[in-house]
């Protein structure tokens, strides 16, 4: 294993950023811990991702808190995927309905003229 970023599941929705920096640091120095939220909502979406300061640390983290019990759920613990394997069809394909959308509503006067 190369990557320090680990994937953190089934986190309870009451978790804290400033929790998991505390859990994790038992197994080395942690970098960051970022809770993915809602966008609309705010609400935290039950995982996170922790990124320790090495690869080792990332490991031991891995072997010493997955399914380690916070607030009566079992965390799942495992190393993060590199965001290049996720399909980047779903933020272009996004983008370009939003600038559609911009560009109609832009050209709305123009069409009723001609």
């Known amino acids: 294993?190369?990557?320090?970023?680990?994937?953190?599941?089934?986190?309870?929705?009451?978790?804290t950023e400033d929790q998991l920096k505390e859990l994790f640091s038992q197994a080395g120095t942690v970098e960051s811990a970022r809770i993915i939220t809602d966008k609309y909502s705010g609400r935290s979406k039950g995982f996170?991702?922790?990124?320790?300061?090495?690869?080792?640390?990332?490991?031991?983290?891995?072997?010493?808190?997955?399914?380690?019990?916070?607030?009566?759920?079992a965390l799942a613990v495992s190393e993060a995927r590199p965001q290049e394997d996720r399909p980047r069809f779903g933020g272009g394909h996004g983008n370009g309905g939003g600038s559609r959308f911009q560009g109609g509503r832009g050209g709305y006067g123009g069409g009723y003229q001609q």
């Open 1 to 15: 294993m190369g990557n320090k970023k680990l994937y953190v599941g089934n986190l309870p929705y009451s978790s």
């Open 48 to 73: 996170a991702f922790v990124e320790m300061s090495s690869a080792e640390e990332a490991q031991k983290a891995i072997q010493t808190l997955n399914k380690v019990e916070l607030d009566g759920r």
